[in-house]
């Protein structure tokens, strides 16, 4: 059967560079003549039927801009069969014939469920701005969020360095270390924490005590939020306290703003090639792969790998802050 009729909507956490890829869907689609709906708030807008039939001019203004205008959503009723039946059938009345999910592997999920039970056809565009998702280097929001916190955190440095303090700063990831590893080097910490490793606060104290010995006057310490030493920012600074009293210790989060704010350059282009790759993947009549990124190719992973893969984080780069904090 031939697609005329796409379905596009975006789920889970926003990430800079979903707006560029809904744009890049309609726009494929408009190049080959082919209908675009856009479905609001994830798998929720499509239980409910809030659907918006979209145009090449509908996604004007919409590169630049960071979180996603088809708003997002995480449908609890969508995990149940009965959800997906009204999802479906509101599907189906629109006239869609196939179905791309801009979001991670929670949405991925929901998305392989719903053509494994009605023979739908479905494709994923990653949107995370963890990295956290198998088969391709990078999602869409990573490289925005990865830029973000450095621009921030340098402006933490400047205090930092100024007052000779130690600085506990806490970056997204959920379980993930991609954006603290990433963005600890970027900024030149000192120490980074990540999932991926077990750092106690004994090793990391014994880190901080060595370079204060060598001539260290401050310190930026990354600790992804998913980290496993037992700890958050504030009892870890709580910790180093009640072992020096001397050191002067702040905490900052960085939070949501990881999330926000106009995509880089990286992920506009990004979105733009796996808009394209997404459509016309569907358009010759595959379904059920995810698009990624590889080597700077753009290719397709099966669903279900993406989902059950597991992302893999480069531990060179665990090695290569280690030898940059000497
Ligand atoms: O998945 C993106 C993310 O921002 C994670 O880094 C974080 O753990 C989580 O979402 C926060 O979710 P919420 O916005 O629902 O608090």
Not at 52 to 60: F, I
Not at 68 to 86: I, V
Not at 119 to 142: A, C, E, K, R
Not at 195 to 218: Q, R
């Amino acid at each position: 059967m031939s697609v005329k009729k796409i379905a596009v909507l975006t789920s889970g956490g926003d990430a800079p560079g979903m707006n560029a890829a809904i744009r890049a869907v309609v726009r494929t689609c408009a190049y080959h003549n082919v209908e675009v709906l856009g479905v609001y708030r994830g798998y929720q807008g499509m239980i409910e039927g809030d659907f918006v039939e979209l145009n090449a001019r509908s996604v004007r203004d919409t590169i630049n801009k960071g979180g996603t205008f088809l708003k997002s959503a995480r449908s609890k009723e969508f995990r149940t069969p009965e959800g997906r039946k009204k999802a479906y059938e509101n599907l189906k009345k629109s006239g869609a014939d196939a179905l791309i999910v801009i979001g991670g592997d929670g949405s991925f999920t929901g998305a392989l469920l719903f053509n494994e039970e009605f023979n739908f056809p479905v494709m994923g565009i990653p949107g995370t701005i963890d990295n956290d998702i198998y088969g391709t280097s990078h999602t869409l929001g990573y490289d925005t969020a990865l830029n973000t916190a450095v621009e921030a955190i340098d402006k933490i440095r400047d205090t930092a360095s100024s007052h000779d303090r130690m600085f506990f700063i806490e970056v997204m990831g959920r379980d993930a270390g991609f954006i603290a590893l990433n963005t600890g080097i970027g900024v030149g910490a000192e120490r980074i924490l990540i999932p991926e490793e077990n750092t106690t606060a004994e090793e990391l104290l014994a880190d901080i005590e060595k370079g204060y010995a060598k001539g260290k006057t401050s310190n930026i310490i990354i600790v992804a939020e998913g980290d496993k030493s037992g700890k958050n920012v504030f009892q870890l600074k709580e910790y180093v306290e009640s072992k020096h009293p001397g050191f002067d210790i702040r905490v900052a989060i960085l939070g949501h703003m990881q999330r926000g704010g106009a995509p880089s350059c990286y992920d506009r282009v990004l979105a733009s090639r796996m808009g394209v790759k997404a459509v016309e993947t569907l358009l010759e009549g595959k379904s059920n792969y995810m698009v990624g990124v590889n080597n700077d190719v753009i290719d397709l992973t099966p669903l279900e790998k993406a989902i059950k893969g597991g992302s893999k984080l480069d531990m060179e780069l665990v090695r290569v802050a280690e030898i940059m904090s000497v």
